[in-house]
């Protein structure tokens, strides 16, 4: 269909822009991205498992070792054993991180509300849910692709 095709051509190049302007954001606060977003979810969902690290922010588990490797190495974050299983870790972060991204984030927020400035609030609501629709529905395609493949 030729509307799906230009919507998409708009969504794939707004989501470049947004993430041009978001990457030289955090670039300002001497992080990556990876770091950046390490540390904006601990800040927000508190002590977690690396594994779900890795999911939430979608990387491989041997990429978010390298991330919290940097970050412990910086004194951002810590690792600790599970204590109910000793085969998983945990990583939380120190004060000086807690206070770093405390001192941050506002700024990055703004940036954030900045970018969305061009919309109502209506309009952003209105447009959450149908490009979670489509992510979802998108992931799940993947994720049979990648089961048939396995499978063959």
Known sequence: MKENLKALTILLRASRSVEKVLRQDIAT?????????????????????????????????SSMTYVVDNLVDAGMVERFENSEDKRSLFVKLTSKGENYIKLVFPSHEAKIDEIFSQLTLEEVVNLSQPLKKIGIYSEQLASKKSRQKASE
Do not use: C, I, T
């Open 29 to 61: 606060y001497d992080l990556n991205p990876s770091e950046f977003g390490v540390l904006e979810y601990l800040y927000h969902k508190g002590s977690q498992p690396m594994a779900n690290l890795s999911q939430r922010l979608l990387m491989a588990n």
